[in-house]
Each structure stands twice: as C-alpha cells, then as structure tokens.
C-alpha cells in the first residue's frame, strides 16, 4: 500500500508560482506518478505524468508553464507552476500507480486569485 500526502497548496495571485510536493510512504523508484486536479464543478483531470525513466506528459493547457518531476531519493513528486491562472484553481492531487492499483492523496488546494 502507498500513502501520498500533498503540500504545497495555498492562494496565489495571477502570474504567481507555487511549488506542490507529494510524498510517498514507500519507494517510488519504479514507479509512474502523476498530478491531477479537479476545480469547482468539473471532473477531475489530468495535469502531468512522469514515468519511472522521467518521461513526462502534460495537459495542453499547462503546457510550457508547469512542470512535474520527481526525486526517488526523497520518495517525492514535485509540480511547479509557473504563471498560474485563476482557471488553475483546484484541488491537485497526486497519483501514483503501484502493482496495477490507483493511490491518491488527499489533495491540496490551489486558489489563484487576486
């Protein structure tokens, strides 16, 4: 079993950055991970993905301003975002895929507002 438990989250003005971290209970060497996000009255998505040989994926809409990466040493996952915009606000949650199963954290909020 993974335990996740995200931090990071927090109010940030348009065009502001915020750093998110997940951290895992257990190894996540071999593991593919992922950051998701659901705002207010939509159905979760997809934000980013990173395998266990660092090849990432992104949501066009996120494209270019955040960017997912991940420390096995430390067992974390990390998503910076850069220029965030109020469509960026959410609940984000980390993901991680362990022996077929789907483990989620209990997410984190981010609100862009000025």
């Known amino acids: 079993q993974v335990q996740l438990v995200e931090s990071g989250g927090g109010l940030v003005q348009p065009g502001g950055s915020l750093r998110l971290s997940c951290a895992a209970s257990g190894s996540i060497f071999r593991l593919a991970t992922g950051w998701y996000r659901q705002g207010p009255g939509k159905q979760r998505e997809l934000v980013a993905t990173?395998?266990?040989?660092?090849?990432?994926n992104y949501a066009d809409s996120v494209k270019g301003r955040f960017t997912i990466s991940r420390d096995n040493a430390k067992n974390t996952v990390y998503l910076q975002m850069n220029s965030l915009k109020p469509e960026d606000a959410a609940v984000y949650y980390c993901?991680?895929?362990?022996?077929?199963?789907?483990?989620w954290g209990q997410g984190t909020q981010v609100t862009v507002s000025s």
């Open positions: 993901n991680m895929i362990k022996y077929g199963l789907n483990y």
């Open positions: 990173i395998t266990s040989g660092g090849d990432t």
